[in-house]
């Protein structure tokens, strides 16, 4: 055997994307067994999390340079679907903390990120809203604020965000992006209130007088429109083009891949009542055989079937702008992002329609008692489509037309 040839060998102990899927998979029972302990904690419960990490699911994004296994988007939300066919819940608290690795090792340069990664511990939550004060100070800033809803926190290690950083001149403070670390802020503890997502440790964070070095934070940076022309500092240093991406579209693929599998718990569910519950009319039969619930199914699975594609055909699309602007044969533009991202909510609003006109209006009462999973399934779709993102979909055709038409917007006319 040639060494070349040796070389080309598989590294055994890395897991393939198929068998990252497989254990994702593999975990759907227990994940689903221990929803309610999972909401009655706000979060994951610590041995399911310890689980996550011996499977290296929060490595996925992380560099090979720091030990991560450098997977594609593709393998990511797979795995983040197979997930949510156990808990939806569960696993929002889980992608929202280990997606943010990908952007990290996007746009931080290369001292940053031997930091964040070096330790090989990293997770991430983290929140675009600006509610953080940053004010300049010898070798860095002073942090100050409160951010609300950052899911993934309690297994975090450190949190992304942005911050208006007070400028020295008086004039008007400018967006920023930092990166902090867990010793910096302070978990509130305030979540579980909510009808649904009660699993996704979506806590508030608070940061007091908290000093971040200066290469933690990133000024006239915003994390929804971070230019990636010829590429970004992550891309040359990993010589992966998978770094060169853009931020909207990404965290909307998230959710998306969530919802997915989300639906598929929900089918699951249906088929589960169409084998064990009769129909509540003559002839009485086991659902099963009834005409009208193999309808209700099958539309169901076509409409879920639909979504899961449409989301594949997006993320591939993601996939190639991020090599197209790596090779220079194509910007990956705020537009592309945006119109992208608004592909992908309306996938979300279009399971929600699933989910509430095939499936819940023929399930039956009883399958909405509290503590049912059907009617768990409600309450973290329901609470999913207050979600800011989707909550602004009518904005969002707008702020579509206004850019595709380059029609400026009504504050600049």
Not at 97 to 125: C, K, M
Not at 375 to 397: G, K, V, W, Y
């Amino acid at each position: 055997m040639t060494t070349a040839h040796a070389a080309a060998q598989p590294d055994l102990a890395v897991p393939s994307p198929e068998e990252l899927v497989g254990r994702a998979r593999a975990m759907r029972e227990e994940l689903l067994a221990r929803q309610e302990e999972a909401e009655r904690l706000t979060h994951l419960p610590d041995d399911v999390h310890e689980q996550f990490v011996a499977n290296g699911f929060y490595d996925m994004f992380v560099p090979k340079k720091y030990g991560g296994l450098e997977v594609s988007p593709r393998t990511f939300f797979a795995v983040c679907k197979e997930l949510a066919r156990g808990d939806m819940g569960s696993a929002w608290c889980f992608a929202l903390a280990a997606n943010h690795a990908l952007h990290v090792a996007s746009w931080y340069p290369e001292e940053v990120q031997d930091r964040a990664f070096g330790n090989h511990d990293f997770r991430a939550a983290s929140v675009s809203a600006p509610t953080v004060r940053a004010k300049k100070t010898d070798g860095g800033y002073v942090l100050d604020g409160v951010v609300d809803y950052c899911s993934g926190i309690p297994h975090s290690t450190w949190y992304l965000g942005q911050c208006m950083v007070e400028q020295e001149d008086g004039s008007a403070p400018a967006m920023g992006m930092f990166l902090a670390p867990e010793e910096s802020f302070e978990r509130l503890h305030n979540w579980g209130e909510s009808t649904g997502l009660k699993a996704t440790g979506s806590e508030s964070i608070r940061f007091t007088d908290a000093f971040v070095e200066a290469e933690l934070v990133i000024e006239d940076a915003n994390m929804i429109d971070i230019p990636v022309k010829d590429g970004t500092v992550g891309s040359q240093l990993h010589g992966n083009p998978m770094y060169a991406g853009r931020g909207l579209l990404t965290f909307t693929v998230s959710l998306a891949s969530l919802a997915v599998g989300g639906l598929y718990h929900a089918l699951d569910e249906f088929e589960r009542l169409m084998r064990t519950r009769k129909t509540p009319l003559p002839p009485v039969q086991l659902r099963l055989y009834d005409v009208d619930y193999q309808r209700h199914y099958g539309a169901a699975w076509t409409k879920i079937r639909t979504a899961e594609l449409a989301l594949d055909g997006v993320i591939a699309q993601h996939e190639e702008f991020c090599r197209a602007t790596v090779d220079g044969s194509r910007e990956y533009t705020f537009v592309d992002d945006w119109s992208l991202a608004c592909v992908v909510r309306e996938i979300i609003i279009q399971l929600w329609e699933t989910l509430e006109h095939d499936l819940l209006r023929v399930v039956g009462s009883g399958s909405m008692r509290q503590g049912e999973r059907f009617d768990r399934i409600f309450r973290d779709m329901s609470s999913l489509l207050t979600h800011r993102n989707p909550m602004l979909r009518e904005q969002a055709f707008r702020n579509t037309a206004n850019l595709l038409l380059e029609i400026p917007p009504p504050e600049a006319r």
